[in-house]
């Protein structure tokens, strides 16, 4: 019975070997690096450019403001977002990243909604070319995030990839309540908004 359901299996993965093989023109198995690389470069540019919506609608005179007294003002909430792609890119040229106030230099927040644009347009296409140039391959090896001795992650690269993306769109839930607050009309992400509808070719 098993087996039959190893048979069963393979000749399934046979079929969608081909098949993707015949829809892209690949060649070579070893290509399906390739194809996660292609997954991660589309779930990065779906995100970001969902994200990218919510930040314009950050107001330039509250970045100080919070909702509670708990929580991160606006400001470093949407820098921290403005600069998660950061990430990527240590998960792209480096086996780790160390996060250890001794060695670790954070990048300034950016300080007005410019900024935060700029900040996270630039961050993002990096990590897209670095997706082309630095992935095939690379993406089942381990990495880590740490502070000095103390390891907090370690994902194979492509996993670590997914988590970022997950984090980004983490933050961006709590920058639409902010904003919402803020009596700021919010753009739809995955369907429509109490302001506005979603649009027609969606
Ligand atoms: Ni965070």
């Not at 081909?18 to 070579?28: D, F, I, W």
């Not at 998660?84 to 670790?104: C, G, K, V």
């Amino acid at each position: 019975m098993l087996h039959q359901q190893d048979q069963a299996l393979s000749k399934s993965l046979f079929t969608i070997r081909e098949t993707v093989k015949e829809l892209l023109g690949l060649s070579e198995l070893c290509q399906c690096a390739h194809l996660v690389t292609l997954k991660c470069q589309h779930n990065l540019e779906q995100e970001s450019a969902a994200t990218r919506k919510m930040l314009e609608r950050v107001p330039s005179d509250k970045f100080d403001w919070k909702p509670h007294e708990k929580s991160t003002p606006l400001g470093r909430l949407a820098g921290h977002i403005a600069q998660l792609p950061i990430l990527l890119m240590a998960a792209l040229t480096q086996d780790e990243l160390n996060f250890d106030p001794e060695s670790f230099d954070p990048s300034p927040m950016p300080g007005s909604v410019p900024k935060l644009l700029e900040t996270f347009d630039k961050n993002i296409a990096d990590a897209i070319g670095l997706l082309h140039t630095n992935a095939d391959g690379k993406l089942g090896d381990m990495w880590r995030l740490r502070s000095g001795e103390q390891i907090f992650m370690e994902k194979p690269r492509a996993a670590m990839i997914r988590w970022v993306i997950s984090h980004i769109v983490h933050h961006r839930g709590q920058l639409s309540v902010y904003l919402r607050l803020l009596d700021v009309p919010l753009p739809p992400i995955y369907g429509p908004t109490a302001d506005e509808p979603m649009p027609s070719s969606v």
